[in-house]
């Protein structure tokens, strides 16, 4: 295969990579861009990869024996083939992820004002405390929402579930923002592909919309204390109508579509 060849081909794997089908079937959309952009970036690693260590191979054998090796001649049209495809890769690399960086479901720049609660939004203030969590609803008159105030027999994904909850509807635009009575804390839900540190003194919201029903694991992931390792709650991604049943409950019947009240402060 002569030079000109590897960099064609090194050329045609970006392009294969640019076209690749997005992975399919995630828990929320922030989770698809996040594990989307790794696929199509692995799409490119693993050939360039396999294409170095073969030509590293290549040239170690066919070398080996060389008593008296002379120096590399200098060689232009291999230097502007490599320096191309170089420049090619790292501007798919740049734009990939751009494109995944500036998604306001991985990167929410907004504020609360953008929070529509009449639309559907559902507003949760995730707390934080040595060492563990208040959740509260900004859309809805929920505080402090734990497992042994769900009703299991409305909710069967709550049953054996201990400590701070969230519930959440499939398919509607869901804002977490974090913060801290004390220490520095982080709030995860990998699955979700959700992460934000809570900074005592300062809110920090994300956004996504959950695609799928399930029980989604979280926990603190910034060492805060010997109790660290305490700072778990749970997501549960119900159906709109459950959701909308649950809200009714925990609110006595409230609307659960009033406008977002304002929100409540580290405190509350």
């Known amino acids: 295969m002569t030079r000109t060849r590897l960099g064609s081909l090194l050329v045609g794997l970006v392009g294969l990579a640019l076209l690749a089908t997005p992975v399919a079937a995630q828990p929320s959309t922030t989770a698809g861009l996040i594990n ?21 191979i290549y040239t170690v054998l066919k070398f080996r024996g060389s008593d008296e090796p002379a120096p590399t001649r200098e060689n232009r049209r291999l ?19 751009y494109g995944v960086m500036a998604d306001p479901d991985v990167t929410f720049t907004g504020g609360v ?14 707390v934080a405390y ?17 497992a042994s105030d769900i009703d299991t027999n409305a909710i069967p994904q709550a049953e ?60 603190c992931t910034e060492y805060c204390g ?6 778990y709650f749970s997501v ?18 409230s609307d659960a579509s009033a406008s977002m009240t304002a929100p409540s402060g580290l405190g509350a």
């Not at 900004?138 to 734990?146: K, M, P, V």
């Not at 119900?238 to 019947?253: I, K, L, P």
């Open 36 to 56: 989307g952009l790794n696929s199509r970036l692995l799409y490119v690693a693993v050939p360039i990869t396999i294409l170095v260590e073969v030509i590293l």
């Open 79 to 97: 230097e502007i083939t490599w320096t191309v495809a170089t420049a090619i890769v790292l501007l798919f690399v740049g734009a990939a992820s």
């Open 113 to 126: 004002d953008e929070i529509d609660a009449s639309e559907g939004d559902v507003h949760v203030q995730t």
């Open 130 to 146: 040595q060492w563990n969590w208040r959740m509260n609803y900004e859309t809805s008159n929920i505080t402090e929402l734990t």
């Open 160 to 219: 054996g579930l201990e400590g701070p909850v969230i519930v959440v509807p499939v398919g509607q635009d869901l804002y977490f923002t974090t913060a801290s009575d004390d220490v520095l804390h982080g709030f995860a839900v990998p699955k979700l592909g959700l992460k934000q540190d809570a900074i005592p003194g300062q809110e920090n919201t994300i956004k996504t919309v959950a695609n799928e029903p399930g029980v989604y694991q979280g926990y």
């Open 226 to 231: 010997v109790a660290h390792s305490n700072m």
């Open 236 to 253: 549960i991604v119900v159906e709109q109508d459950t959701y909308d049943a649950f809200v009714d409950r925990q609110t006595g019947g």
